[in-house]
């Protein structure tokens, strides 16, 4: 699925279901009548399945039966100069993290379907007393009519996590120190880095 040099490899499924709840903004791809679909969409992670919903309108949803659908779900990420480095030489290169989720995908009834809707909305929107329940009955099941909610089963879930792991820590360190000072997408980088190349006896 993914090219994972043994370094940037991740295969702890605690790891990478948490890094999904954290990033659970997808790229979602599927295999289908003329060519691959893809689409952009937030997924639940739940039991080992994600759980989402397309418009019906899109050919995507009506692909999802066909075969196995992919998830890739993007982390931070920033680049990395040579210049950072106490070690020469060196070239650019770019610190990221990605989780890819592989399986079959079911469509859900409208029932199932709007327990996603309102699943969705407390986990992303918790302090709101908004409910898909409480709309008017007419106006819910115009909006059931128009998508389509999914169910898909993970059969393999990896992670690539590319955070100057090949390099020196002396190089580690000072990456992650020029990142610590830039903008909040470089300070996630730096304390993923953080996180991931830590010694193992320290706390």
């Not at 279901?17 to 009548?33: C, E, K, M, Q, S």
């Not at 992650?176 to 320290?202: F, K, S």
């Amino acid at each position: 699925m993914i090219y994972r040099p043994a370094a940037f490899a991740c295969d702890d499924r605690r790891s990478l279901t948490d890094f999904i709840r954290h990033h659970p903004f997808a790229t979602l791809i599927t295999h289908g009548a003329g060519g691959p679909w893809i689409s952009h969409l937030p997924l639940i992670y739940e039991n080992d399945h994600l759980f989402g919903h397309l418009a019906k309108a899109n050919p995507q949803a009506q692909a999802l039966g066909s075969g196995d659908s992919l998830a890739i779900f993007h982390g931070p990420h920033a680049y990395v100069s040579p210049s950072w480095y106490e070690t020469a030489p060196a070239v650019p290169t770019w610190n990221y993290a990605v989780v890819h989720a592989l399986g079959p995908a079911r469509h859900l009834n409208a029932d199932e379907t709007a327990q996603v809707v309102e699943k969705m909305a407390a986990i992303h929107d918790p302090r709101s007393d908004w409910s898909f329940a409480d709309l008017p009955d007419d106006y819910r099941a115009g909006m059931l009519r128009g998508i389509v909610g999914f169910s898909m089963a993970l059969q393999k879930l990896e992670g690539k996590f590319k955070m100057s792991q090949n390099r020196p820590a002396v190089d580690q360190k000072k990456v992650a120190e020029r990142l610590a000072r830039g903008e909040p997408e470089e300070r996630a980088v730096a304390d993923m880095m953080a996180e991931i190349n830590r010694p193992p006896d320290e706390p």
